[in-house]
């Protein structure tokens, strides 16, 4: 729930301008596939992405995790630095730290649109990053 619990610290910040949704699910795979199709069809397109979409699951309680960010607010985010995540704890200040030192504007918009990472642990979390 690490990855999931800054996702949302992240969301939570922002407000509005963005579209969340958590649903619990035994079996997150069609989900992921759904995403990266939808990846996909982006991928190799020219132009800037307007969208950072992000697709996170905790097998630990089931729960998935959808986030599109108009990039627009990532920008404005970017700019201003409001990576101010309050998790009441010292996770929030490592989380906001590691945003700040690996989440660089200049490194998304030279990306191109697509699949930037996706990562599956040994307990199950994934993760999926896309740009369309």
Known sequence: MKRIGLLAAVVAFMGWGCFVEVTRVRNPEPMFRAARAQAARHAGRPGP????????????????????L????????DHHGDWDIDLDDERGERAQRALKRHLRMRDLERAGLGILVEVEEDDGERVLVWLQ
């Open 49 to 68: 992405a307007h969208q950072l979409n992000v697709l996170a699951y905790d097998p630990s309680d089931h729960q998935l995790v959808r986030v599109s």
């Open 70 to 77: 108009p990039m627009w607010l990532v920008r404005k985010a």
